[in-house]
């Protein structure tokens, strides 16, 4: 079955360092996303990313972050100069043109000293 | 604005009981979608089911049971029988039509102990 992969599964980076996120949503689907989850809170949108434009995006998603899809098959988030409050799980998800359902990949541990 | 409330931080039952997760929400909107997703410990986030707003049948997938009731706004989840490997964070999260985020609630941290 077509999964959503993400790398690194785990990403350690300095403080004011820049670090891409990087996604393979599953092929045919049009809808992607940004969601994080600080540790042991819950999941929250960051973003969403339709027609190679952003369609939504929330208050987290500042100018620090940005979101590109370089090719057909690549789904990148980019923090420009990571916060120690930026350490959290990073999913991204990803979903059809005939479903509302999110498929969502295994995460990134991003941790930022 | 919508909000999605999950009462309880944790269950611990011991196997082969059964356990109900309690999952409320609220919108304005007509129409929307309810999920919930699985976080066993390795974690990724595991979809388990899909429900729309006009679609208010209960729901059964093995030992996996899900009741849908509009009055109260609530999409409860119920594990019959648990196992072991059911031990996991489980989100209710909503969806409203035309919308792209989903909103999650909280999570509840389920653990079946043998």
């Known amino acids: 079955e077509p999964e959503v992969t993400q790398t690194p599964s785990h990403q350690v980076t300095q403080m004011g360092q820049e670090v891409i996120l990087r996604c393979v949503p599953i092929s045919n689907h049009l809808y992607f996303y940004w969601y994080r989850q600080i540790l042991g809170q819950k999941v929250e949108f960051l973003v969403s990313f339709y027609n190679n434009e952003i369609s939504e995006k929330s208050e987290i998603f500042d100018d620090q972050f940005s979101v590109e899809r370089p090719d057909g098959s690549n789904f990148t988030l980019k923090i420009r100069s990571t916060k120690l409050e930026d350490s959290a799980m990073y999913f991204c998800a990803s979903r059809g043109q005939s479903t509302d359902t999110q498929y969502f990949g295994p995460g990134t541990r991003l941790t930022v000293l | 604005a919508q909000k999605v409330t999950q009462a309880q931080t944790e269950i611990s039952v011991v196997e082969k009981e059964d356990v109900t997760l309690d999952c409320v929400y609220e919108t304005r909107d007509t129409t929307y979608y309810l999920f919930w997703y699985k976080q066993p410990p390795s974690g990724e986030l595991v979809f388990l089911i899909r429900?729309?707003?006009?679609?208010?049948q209960n729901e059964i997938s093995g030992r996996y049971s899900w009741n849908f009731q509009k009055s109260t706004s609530s999409f409860n989840f119920t594990i019959t029988a648990s196992q072991v490997v059911d031990s996991a964070v489980y989100f209710c999260a909503l969806l409203s039509q035309g919308a792209q985020k989903l909103v999650f609630g909280q999570g509840t941290r389920l653990t079946i102990n043998p």
């Open positions: 429900r729309n707003s006009f679609d208010e």
